[in-house]
């Protein structure tokens, strides 16, 4: 008789992020190997089992899906101390449940819209080395940083001197993401880089690279 493969119970557990109004639920299982970036709730309904399921609870406002994690932004008229708890055992049900979490084609249709975003950026010579400068920086430097916080801040775009970055997860809506991009990352690029003269943060996106 073939054995059953049995898996370890899901671990659960809950990371403070610098926005108030984010929280990082950590799990001891691989959920997504990427970035899904959930701030809508048709996108999520189209892509996501589980940031579907979030959604239909009314103090979720946006769901963010990395690695071993999930970062949920709360609506701003509910506390912590009383959905914490309730999100949590509603996530660990439903992966004991093996519900999806992201479906397959998403990564490739995300890059299919940022594509088309993006259309209007062409770079070449100096601006396509500047531009691969930035990445490695941001790479590098910035994303594990910004990982650890249950969020991304990933490249958008590059136009006379101006770094544009999209904020993702915690990133997105934090009270201090204009310190961290100002006093963080802009200062770190404009000393790396002489050209950057400002960093931005675009409103909103969905990112993968």
Not at 27 to 46: H, P, Q, V
Not at 63 to 86: G, H, Q
Request: glycine share 6%.
């Amino acid at each position: 008789m073939e054995e059953k493969k049995v898996q370890n119970p899901i671990m659960l557990y809950t990371e403070q992020t610098p926005n108030p109004a984010s929280l990082k639920f950590v799990t001891n299982r691989m959920l997504y190997n990427g970035i899904a970036d959930f701030r809508e709730e048709d996108l999520a309904k189209e892509w996501s089992p589980l940031a579907a399921f979030l959604f239909e609870q009314p103090f979720v406002s946006q769901v963010y899906i990395s690695n071993n994690f999930v970062t949920i932004t709360k609506e701003m008229n509910y506390d912590w101390s009383e959905i914490m708890i309730p999100l949590k055992e509603k996530i660990k049900e439903f992966i004991n449940n093996d519900g999806g979490i992201v479906a397959d084609g998403f990564k490739e249709k995300m890059e299919e819209i940022n594509a088309q975003k993006d259309a209007g950026y062409k770079y070449s010579g100096d601006e396509k080395e500047i531009v691969q400068k930035i990445k490695d920086l941001l790479d590098q430097y910035v994303r594990p940083a910004v990982e650890a916080d249950g969020g991304n801040i990933a490249f958008h775009s590059w136009h006379n001197g101006v770094v544009t970055v999209i904020l993702q997860g915690s990133c997105s809506g934090c009270p201090s993401s204009t310190i961290t991009l100002k006093s963080g990352i802009e200062a770190m690029l404009q000393r790396m880089i002489p050209e950057v003269k400002e960093v931005r943060a675009e409103a909103e996106g969905y990112c993968e690279t």
